[in-house]
């Protein structure tokens, strides 16, 4: 059986070229020149590859608003009263609207603000979380004192997003699952921790995915801010390689079973190398199918439970209408402890209204038990990559990391794989809150807890309150579920 990462399609990439010259040489008379641009987006503009968020002035907020949309600009939000229009713009589009008319100057947005950060984390109330509550270690909420699982296409362990303050790696163990086709035999094998192991054909989907669970607190080079759900919890990344069969993931679970309590070996400490109280699973195969209680992986994940770890899957991307279930099998297990995410689409807005994402695979309407568990942010999201990458040159918006050479060391992409490592993160810190909750106290903390977004399939009653075929419980709050696990 053939398995592949959960990604939803991705988009062409914006580019343009276009050269700018910064405020004083056009006077406001002139109409026929272009509307200056401020110093500091004239500074921008010589490096800018993706998208940059500007204030566009206008004689009105209408002018400002037509040319925005004459610009096809992706409008962010406005100052009225002043009659700016906030947008997230490409070089080119911001040569456009600079020429449109009542456009009277274009000004960068690019400091630490709200528009220009990842939003996914104000969505879930994770940084909220973080921010605010404590664990029952005392230290701030960030999964701090648990390492999550990834299995998946391996990790670049040096990438910025995993530096820790003293210059380690948040990645506290590199594995890779070795399979031979011809005997079908696959073994873990540790790697040294600084072997890039996911720079395979799809690579670059790995590295994504530990970044959302995991990335440390990160301010690019433009401004923005980004920090994965977990930014203390370490990594502990199982590489399957590119083309991942079942029987790899597989060996990789086992793996877990065998060694989460100490994963760097018998002799490191759990101060620098916590116990894995969670694995993050975002493949499966294509379309869904029957959830089968006899395979290795539902033995595996039910084994782990017992052992007190969880075990988070995808839903998967093959949308559906509850016609037919298309959820990934394996999240089906009725089994307490063990999630299937769907993706929720915040609309780049960090609120909490708003969508199920097309793509998010649905269960059968009339079969409960093959509905997605919960929504976690899938849609747009914002993590690290390597451009010479397969998955992430298909990315939306290359964003440079802090150093001078992390040039399109981040980017924006989309799947259920992007909203399972949401849900494995929060786990984590759930479990920094609760040390000794059980896989299903967790499950049920955040079914309880979860925010009831109103877009898609009607809620209808289950076990733990009202559910959905594709939003599951809700979308996940992780103030309201730690408050839950009591
Ligand atoms: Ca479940």
Redesign the pocket.
């Known amino acids: 059986m053939r398995i592949k990462p959960l990604l939803a399609a991705t988009a062409s990439i914006l580019a343009a070229s276009a050269t700018f010259t910064s405020g004083g040489t056009a006077s406001a008379a002139d109409q026929s020149a272009p509307a200056n641009v401020s110093t500091f987006l004239a500074g921008q503009l010589g490096s800018l590859t993706g998208k940059t968020s500007v204030m566009v002035h206008g004689t009105s907020i209408t002018a400002a608003r037509q040319a925005v949309t004459a610009a096809g600009m992706a409008k962010k939000g406005e100052f009225s009263a002043i009659g700016v229009v906030i947008a997230n713009a490409t070089k080119a589009q911001i040569q456009a609207v600079r020429s449109a008319p009542g456009v009277t100057y274009v000004e960068g947005g690019a400091q630490p603000i709200e528009f220009f950060q990842e939003t996914s984390n104000t969505a879930t109330r994770g940084a909220e979380a973080a921010a605010t509550l404590t664990g029952a270690d005392g230290a701030k909420l960030t999964g701090k004192g648990v390492s999550v699982a990834v299995i998946d296409s391996g990790v670049d362990p040096t990438h910025p997003y995993f530096k820790e303050a003293d210059g380690s790696s948040a990645v506290v163990a590199n594995l890779e699952a070795l399979c031979e086709p011809l005997t079908e035999t696959c073994s873990v094998q540790r790697l040294p921790a600084f072997v890039d192991t996911d720079t395979l054909s799809v690579g670059g989907h790995g590295t994504h995915v530990s970044g959302i669970v995991a990335g440390r607190p990160t301010t690019l080079t433009d401004g923005g801010t980004l920090q994965g759900a977990a930014p203390g919890a370490k990594l502990v990344s199982i590489s399957t390689g590119a083309g991942i069969v079942i029987l790899g993931a597989d060996s990789a679970l086992n793996w877990v079973l065998e060694n989460h309590a100490a994963p760097c070996g018998a002799g490191v400490p759990a101060s620098t190398c916590p116990p894995i109280k969670v694995t993050n699973n975002s493949y499966g195969p294509t379309g869904g199918g029957e959830f089968d209680p006899e395979s290795a992986t539902v033995k595996l994940q039910r084994a782990l439970a017992t052992e007190g770890v969880v075990t988070v899957w995808a839903a998967g991307n093959d949308g559906g209408d509850g016609s037919t279930s298309l959820t990934n099998p394996p999240?089906?297990?009725?089994?307490?402890?063990?999630?299937?995410v769907a993706s929720y689409y915040d609309q780049d807005t960090g609120t909490r209204a708003g969508v199920v994402s097309e793509y998010s695979s649905r269960g059968l309407g009339s079969d409960a038990s093959t509905w997605p568990?919960i929504s976690a942010p899938g849609e747009n999201i914002t993590s690290s990559c390597r451009l010479y990458l397969a998955i992430c040159s298909t990315g939306l918006d290359f964003r440079n990391g802090p150093g001078a050479l992390d040039i399109g060391t981040f980017n924006t992409i989309s799947g259920t794989s992007m909203a399972a490592p949401h849900i494995a993160g929060i786990v984590a810190q759930l479990f920094q809150a609760r040390p000794s909750a059980t896989p299903a106290d967790i499950?049920r903390a955040l079914k309880v807890s979860a925010h009831k977004y109103t877009d898609g399939a009607a809620y209808t009653a289950g076990p733990l309150g009202t559910t959905s075929y594709d939003k599951g419980y809700g979308l996940v709050d992780v103030v309201a579920a730690v408050a839950a696990l009591g």
């Open positions: 999240g089906q297990d009725p089994t307490g402890g063990i999630l299937s568990d499950e």
